[in-house]
C-alpha cells in the first residue's frame, strides 16, 4: 500500500506561541455577557453547568438528543415539535446537538467547492434562534472547534449563551482540504482562548472521545490516558473546562459503565460532563426491533451509572433510523420516551449491578491512563516539545498521531484494563478476515482508496485486505476532493476507484467524480458504499442509490460485496 501525496503542505511550526493565541481568543469576548438561553431562564440558572451541577446535586437525570435537519428552518420546526410532543407527555428534553453542516467548518471564502452535506448552515441571524426556538439548551458538539472556521462560529454560539461547544476529538481526528495542521491549530487555540475568557459564563469544551483519537488505540486504558492528555492541555495548559463525551462506538454495557467512571476519577470525580451517546455501531438498516434492544440496553447501562454516581452527562438513546440517515423530529420523540421508561426501571434496578467491581475496574483504568499521559508528556519533552505551550503539545500529539504515540509509551496494562477492548480495536481483526475471505485475487490491480471524512474502519480495513489480495492501494486522506480523487486515479494509473461517503452528499460526490474522471480520461470502476443519500433540501435526505448507479458507478451496501464487483468478469 502507499500514500498518494495529500494535495497540501504541512508546515514545520507554529507562527505564533499558544500564550498569544490564548490571549487573542480571550479579548475577542471581553466583556461579553450573553444572557440566559430560553431554557437556563424556563431553569433558573444562569447557564448550563449551574444546572448541570444541581442535577448532579439532585441525582436527576438529563436528556440530550441530536437533530441538524436540511436547513434552520426546518431545524427550528423539529425542535419546537419536539418540546411539544414531550410535553405533552409530562417530559423535558434537556438539551439538543445541533448537527450543523460540515461545510460550517470551513471559511464562507472556501465553501464554494465544498458540498452541502446534511444539517443546516447558519447565517448570522440564526445564532439566537439556536437559543431561542424552544427552552431546549443546544449543544454545538459537531464541526465547531477543531475546524478551520472554529474561532468565529465559537464567538457565535457564546455571544448567545449556547455555551457547551465542541468537539476537540475532531481537531485530532478530521482534516480539512487545503488547510495545514499548523493553520487547524492557531484556529482551535484561539477559540479555547474564548473559551477560557467565558469560563465564569459557563463555557464548557466538549471532546467526544469515539471522534478522534482515544478509539484509535488498542485498549479502554489506553484510550482513557489520551482523555488523560486532553484533560492536561485544556484545563492545565488553557484553563478552558473540558466535558468528556463517548458512547457511539461503546458498544458493550460493561465498557459504557467503566469508561463512564475512570472519565470522572481522572476528572478528580468534579466530572462535569457533556453527554453520553447511545450505541451507534450495532444499530442496522432496516430492523427497528435491533435497533431499539440495542438503545434500551445502553440506555439502562447509562442511566444507572448515572444514578450511581453522577457526573453531569445527559444520556442520548439513538433513534432507530440513524444506521441509515439523520432522524426526524418523531423518531427522536419516540426514543426518547423509551428512554424515560427505561429511567423508572433503571431507578428500581440498580441492585442488579456490582458497583464494587464496577468502581473498582474504572479505578484501575484511570490509574494507568494517568501513567500513560505522563510517559506522553515525557516523550514530547524528549522530541523538543515546550511542554508549557497548549499550541505545541496539540500539534505535536496530532502529529505523532495515536498509534506511533501508543507504541513508543509501551506501557503494558494490567491484565484486567488490558483486555478492555475498544470496538474498533476488537472488529478490525474480525472484519479485516471477513473481507479478505469475500475477495479474489486482485494480482496487478492498483486500486484508488479513500473515505472522504472520519468514518475510518471500513478505510482502514480495507487498506489491510486489498493489499493481502494481491493489489496495490493508493490510500487518500479524508479531506480528499472529488477533483483530487480523479487526478490520484489517473496519474497513478489505477483501475478501480473505491470511496465512502456519509454525510448526506452523496449525489453530489458522485457526479463530481465522475465529471473529473471524465475530464481526465479515465474509464475504469467506480465503486461507491457509505450512507448514498443526499440532502435535497427536504427535512430529510433521500436515498440516491439509484441516480448514482445510472452514472456507471456501482453501489455496495455492505463491504463483502466489494469481492463480487472486483472479480475479473466484472470489469
Known amino acids: 500500500m502507499v500514500d498518494a ?26 466583556g461579553l455577557s450573553p444572557r440566559p438561553t430560553a431554557f437556563c431562564r424556563a431553569q433558573g440558572v444562569a447557564n448550563e453547568v449551574a444546572f448541570k451541577q444541581r442535577a448532579k ?3 436527576d437525570i438529563s436528556y440530550h438528543a441530536h437533530i441538524g435537519l436540511a436547513d434552520w428552518e426546518s431545524t427550528e420546526r423539529a425542535l419546537i415539535e419536539m418540546h411539544g410532543e414531550l410535553a405533552e407527555h409530562g417530559h423535558l428534553l434537556e438539551r439538543y446537538g445541533l448537527c450543523i453542516s460540515r461545510a460550517m467548518g470551513m471559511p464562507e471564502s472556501s465553501r464554494s467547492d465544498f458540498p452541502k452535506e446534511t444539517g443546516p448552515l447558519l447565517e448570522s441571524d440564526d445564532w439566537i434562534r439556536v437559543v431561542e426556538a424552544a427552552p431546549i439548551q443546544p449543544h454545538m458538539g459537531d464541526n465547531m472547534i477543531g475546524t478551520p472556521n472554529g474561532f468565529a462560529t465559537t464567538l457565535g454560539a ?4 449556547a455555551t457547551t461547544i465542541g468537539n476537540l476529538g475532531q481537531y485530532f481526528g478530521f482534516e480539512w482540504p487545503g488547510i495545514t495542521d499548523v493553520e487547524l491549530t492557531e484556529a482551535t487555540v484561539r477559540a479555547l482562548g474564548a473559551m477560557a475568557g467565558m469560563r465564569n459564563h459557563g463555557a464548557l469544551l466538549h471532546s467526544y472521545l469515539d471522534d478522534g483519537a482515544a478509539m484509535q488505540l488498542p485498549h479502554y486504558g489506553a484510550y482513557l490516558g489520551w482523555a488523560a492528555l486532553e484533560l492536561h492541555v485544556i484545563e492545565t495548559l488553557c484553563g478552558v473546562r473540558l466535558a468528556h463525551s463517548f458512547g457511539g462506538l461503546v458498544d458493550t454495557p460493561m465498557h459504557r459503565a467503566v469508561v463512564a467512571l475512570a472519565l470522572d476519577d481522572i476528572h478528580d470525580r468534579r466530572s462535569i460532563g457533556s453527554m453520553v451517546y447511545g450505541n451507534t455501531v450495532d444499530m442496522v438498516v432496516d430492523n427497528s426491533e435491533r435497533n431499539r434492544a440495542v438503545g434500551a440496553a445502553c440506555a439502562l447501562v447509562d442511566i444507572a451509572t448515572q444514578l450511581h454516581r453522577p457526573t453531569g452527562h445527559a444520556i442520548h438513546i439513538t433513534p432507530l433510523t440513524e444506521a441509515e440517515r439523520i432522524p426526524s423530529a418523531a423518531e427522536n420523540v419516540e426514543v426518547q420516551l423509551l428512554a424515560r421508561e427505561i429511567e423508572r426501571e433503571a431507578r428500581r434496578s440498580g441492585d442488579l449491578f456490582d458497583w464494587q467491581r464496577i468502581d473498582r475496574l474504572a479505578a484501575e483504568c484511570a490509574a494507568y491512563a494517568i501513567d500513560y499521559r505522563d510517559r506522553a508528556l515525557g516523550l514530547l519533552g524528549d ?15 496530532r502529529r505523532v498521531g495515536p498509534g506511533e504515540l501508543d507504541r513508543r509509551i509501551d506501557l503494558v496494562p494490567p491484565s484486567s484494563v488490558g483486555k478492555l477492548e475498544p470496538w474498533k480495536a476488537r472488529l478490525m481483526s474480525g472484519f479485516v478476515e471477513r473481507v479478505s475471505r469475500s475477495l479474489p485475487r486482485l494480482d496487478g490491480r492498483r486500486v484508488v482508496l479513500a473515505v472522504l471524512e472520519a468514518h475510518d474502519v471500513v478505510r482502514d480495513a480495507l487498506a489491510v485486505a486489498l493489499p493481502r489480495s494481491g493489489c496495490e492501494v493508493i490510500l487518500l486522506p479524508a479531506d480528499s476532493t472529488p477533483t483530487g480523487l480523479a487526478r490520484a486515479a489517473a ?3 489505477a483501475d478501480t476507484v473505491i470511496v ?4 448526506g452528499a452523496a449525489l453530489t460526490t458522485a457526479r463530481r ?29 433521500t436515498d440516491a442509490r439509484e441516480r448514482i448507479e445510472a452514472l456507471g458507478i456501482r453501489t455496495v451496501g455492505d463491504i463483502e460485496e466489494l469481492g463480487r464487483l472486483l472479480r475479473p468478469d466484472q470489469q
Do not use: H, K
Open 158 to 161: 457564546l455571544a448567545v449563551g
Open 57 to 59: 446535586e439532585r441525582g
Open 513 to 541: 467524480l465522475r465529471a473529473a474522471l471524465t475530464a481526465d480520461g479515465w474509464d475504469g470502476m467506480i465503486i461507491m458504499g457509505g450512507l448514498l443519500n443526499e440532502d435535497e433540501g427536504g427535512e430529510l435526505p
Open 500 to 503: 465512502g461517503v456519509y454525510n
Open 5 to 30: 501525496p495529500p494535495g497540501r503542505s504541512r508546515s514545520a511550526g507554529l507562527t505564533i506561541n499558544g500564550a498569544q493565541l490564548l490571549r487573542d481568543g480571550a479579548s475577542a469576548v471581553a
Open 383 to 397: 522530541d523538543g516539545i515546550d511542554l508549557g505551550d497548549p499550541a505545541a503539545v496539540l500539534l505535536a500529539l
Open 491 to 493: 496519474d497513478e494509473d
